[in-house]
């Protein structure tokens, strides 16, 4: 998304700001917001695990960082709305004018004609503008490191699981500990990695950690390919759906036939999420 996101809309203006939804904003005021970010042109954009970093440069070549976490049910997308009495409504037509999508309470509007927009059917997205600053920022100093990036290796997946004594598809989870690792994810490296999810994080071994650190490359690797994961709200940019959802593996496969050894998927709950797993092959 972040890739397809550079391409439409980096060196575009902005020329307007709308929200309905002013808590997404953490309390900040939508016309304020508005008038700091009119005229800002974008220079550039980030993913810092499941955070969309937009890069701006204000009035005085003063930068910003406008940062949109979707959160469980939100998902940026581009075209061009319409105000109705219902709200915003896709003029753009496609798949942007399907159901999912036109639950939209965030806009950019942008030079160009068109529109950076938030459909977020439970509100649950949070949006953050903030100077920036040399290094990480600041609303996000708290996340774990990004498993997809060149810079992330076994060593560092080793020091971050040494000491923690939490069941790993919990701790795989904490974006505190690793960023960008959901529900979906946690179930899929696990199977591929064939690690039991309810196994404590510094239980595993050195020759299981090689196959978890290659299984977490390998899975997110092709959920980006794949334009991530549909199974409920979740949209690329030109609101179509991502087809990971096609090849789960395990994720709400329950009592399907285990892809590896025949036996059937089971499901739990851990810490109030669903794991999905074998029971023959993840010991």
Not at 16 to 41: E, H, Q
Not at 229 to 248: L, M
Request: aromatic residues 6%; hydrophobic residues 35%.
């Amino acid at each position: 998304m972040v890739g397809d996101l550079k391409r439409r809309i980096v060196g575009r203006k902005i020329i307007g700001l709308w929200c309905d939804f002013p808590r997404s904003l953490g309390g900040a005021n939508v016309a304020g917001l508005g008038r700091i970010v009119r005229g800002a042109r974008i220079s550039g954009l980030e993913r810092f695990g499941k955070n969309v970093v937009i890069r701006l440069i204000g009035r005085g070549n003063k930068p910003w960082r406008l940062i949109i976490h979707p959160k469980m049910t939100g998902h940026l997308l581009m075209g061009k709305w319409k105000k109705s009495k219902e709200g915003w409504m896709s003029a753009s037509g496609g798949h942007l004018a399907e159901k999912v999508n036109q639950f939209i309470h965030f806009l950019l509007k942008l030079s160009r004609g068109e529109m950076l927009g938030l459909s977020d059917v439970r509100k649950f997205a949070k949006i953050t503008l903030e100077e920036e600053k040399e290094g990480y920022p600041s609303s996000l100093d708290k996340l774990g490191p990004d498993p997809t990036s060149d810079r992330f290796n076994r060593e560092d997946l080793a020091r971050i699981l040494h000491g923690k004594k939490g069941k790993i598809k919990q701790v795989l989870m904490d974006q505190a500990v690793l960023s960008g690792i959901g529900n979906i994810y946690s179930d899929e490296v696990l199977w591929l990695a064939k690690i039991d999810p309810l196994r404590r994080a510094d239980s595993i071994e050195s020759r299981e950690l090689k196959l978890l650190y290659a299984s977490i490359r390998r899975i997110l690797g092709k959920a980006i390919n794949l334009r991530g994961s549909s199974v409920n709200n979740y949209r690329d940019i030109r609101g179509r759906k991502g087809k990971y959802a096609e090849e789960r593996l395990v994720y709400r496969r329950t009592g399907d036939k285990c892809p590896r050894c025949g036996a059937g998927i089971r499901r739990i709950k851990i810490g109030g999420r669903s794991a999905h797993f074998c029971p023959s092959c993840q010991k």
